[in-house]
């Protein structure tokens, strides 16, 4: 599960990440000591797990963001201490063949992607590479098993149907500021055509960059302007929904303009306003279908995979890696709207959704009913909490796991308990499941398959699903 539902938040360009192991900063332009660059030309072997390139340098790795393996570069170290060293890329002296030239025109600019520069193909191999070499590490296992990845479409272009914009008013010029944060900036880098997004998306960014205008045109006091904090959009094939975040509530007139803006174009319209509830002004919660016909209903701000193609296929690999059968009960941990509850109700006797989050459980037994499902019960537990383990004592056939990028350790260490002949376990974060796997396999399951999960092509982010058996 990725736990970042909008906005794009995976970005390291332009800069690094500050680390924590002493690592100084060189002079105000990021040179030596004296406030001069410091400049090097280098030869990249290697790629670390975020998709920075890797060099050497004076014995040191140096880490330089969009150089790749087999390139000589030049670069200026912006950060170094004994260990490593930290550089931007200032020139490609000799490329690599996987290089490409990235499809987005503010790619050097926004905090969004991060692997523009590189093939897709590319990308899913070094994705794949990365989650190997991190279980064969962190387990027992000597070797891995994958099948097909699940990937993007249109090259990992135009996939992304969910965003975030960040507002920001900038009184200098009196104009209000909307787009993705450049990479680790509050900078605001307008974006009203973003490769990555879905057409529908691409339209609803125009019409959302049309409204700003407009209030321009006809808000005349700046602290109304000032009001807006994030503008949440959610673009599926049927229907489109923009939610906007508040400091404080609009006047009567300006949320007459919104409002008349949205009934024009068609969009269901939300309001948060500080703390208060999500409000739905017009309209109604978007429903997304997948392809054996369970339909999710949502709003702007609940979890929901960006990526609608890959989820879809994925919940389809996740029944068939599993093999439902009717008599079977499936136990759903951290389960959401019901992304795979509703799929396993549809094949088995009894499914157990367990999440955190209470709204979610509400909704995802909302969806149940939605779908005239009648054999689904759902709990609130924080499955980081010991009392999660209850419910592994609830036998059953087939269990789900579908973490936050901390992964599901409490619940790996225990998971025999459930005596589940198969564990699907979809994580985010490739560190987490090496870690959680090994827990897995200490309780006498086996490693059946793993798949690359292209669910966040362009950038370093790395889904994967992995199959257990016993």
Same mark, same amino acid.
Request: proline fraction near 2%; charged fraction near 15%; include cysteine.
């Given at each position: 599960m990725a736990k970042s539902t909008s906005g794009f938040k995976n970005k390291r360009r332009g800069g690094y990440r500050k680390p924590a192991n002493n690592i100084q900063t060189s002079g105000k332009q990021g040179g030596s000591s004296s406030g001069s660059p410091q400049f090097i030309e280098v030869d990249v072997d290697r790629l670390s797990y975020d998709g920075k390139g890797i060099a050497r340098f004076n014995g040191r790795a140096c880490f330089i963001p969009d150089a790749l393996p087999g390139e000589k570069v030049k670069a200026q170290i912006t950060a170094a201490n004994n260990k490593r060293v930290e550089a931007k890329l200032i020139k490609v002296l000799e490329a690599s063949t996987e290089r490409v030239t990235p499809q987005c025109p503010v790619y050097e600019e926004c905090g969004g992607c991060d692997l523009q520069h590189m093939s897709h193909q590319s990308q899913i191999a070094h994705k794949q590479t990365?989650? *190997?070499q991190l279980l064969l590490r962190g387990t027992d296992l000597e070797q891995v098993s994958w099948h097909e990845p699940i990937v993007s479409e249109n090259q990992g272009y135009g996939y992304r149907r969910k965003i975030r914009l960040a507002c920001y008013y900038d009184a200098s010029c009196q104009v209000l500021k909307v787009g993705f944060r450049a990479a680790r900036s509050k900078k605001i880098v307008p974006v009203s055509d973003? @490769? =990555?997004? #879905?057409? *529908?998306?691409?339209? $609803? $960014?125009? @019409?959302?960059y049309g409204l700003v205008e407009q209030l321009h045109q006809d808000v005349t006091k700046t602290s109304v302007l000032r009001q807006f904090a994030h503008i949440e959009c959610v673009a599926d094939q049927d229907s489109q929904s923009v939610c906007?975040?508040?400091l404080e509530r609009l006047p009567e007139p300006v949320e007459s303009i919104v409002s008349q803006w949205a009934e024009t174009n068609e969009l269901n319209l939300w309001f948060r306003v500080g703390n208060e509830p999500l409000t739905l002004k017009r309209g109604m919660e978007s429903v997304s279908c997948l392809k054996d016909g369970v339909k999710l209903a949502y709003s702007p701000e609940d979890f929901l995979q960006v990526n609608a193609g890959v989820n879809d296929n994925l919940v389809q690999r996740v029944m068939e890696v599993l093999n439902i059968q009717a008599s079977d009960r499936v136990l759903d941990l951290f389960s959401g709207l019901g992304n795979f509850t509703l799929s396993s109700a549809k094949r088995a006797k009894r499914v157990k959704a367990v999440e955190a989050i209470d709204v979610m459980v509400e909704k995802s037994l909302d969806? @149940?009913? $939605?779908? +005239?499902?009648e054999n689904v019960d759902a709990e609130v537990q924080d499955l980081f909490d010991e009392a999660a383990l209850q419910w592994l004592d609830?036998?059953?056939d087939c269990l789900i796991l579908d973490p936050p990028?901390?992964?599901a350790e409490l619940i790996s260490q225990h998971v025999g308990r459930t005596k589940a002949r198969r564990?699907?376990?979809?994580?985010?974060?490739? +560190?987490?499941? @090496?870690r959680d796997s090994q827990w897995i396999l200490q309780q006498g399951y086996q490693l059946d398959s793993l798949t690359l999960l292209d669910m966040f092509p362009q #950038?370093?982010? =790395? *889904? #994967?699903l992995a199959v257990f058996t016993k």
């Open positions: 990365v989650v *190997e973003c @490769a =990555i997004v #879905t057409n *529908e998306m691409k339209a $609803l $960014l125009k @019409a959302v906007f975040r508040l969806n @149940a009913r $939605l779908n +005239q499902l609830d036998s059953c990028r901390a992964g564990i699907a376990y979809v994580s985010c974060n490739p +560190q987490s499941l @090496a #950038t370093s982010h =790395i *889904e #994967t």
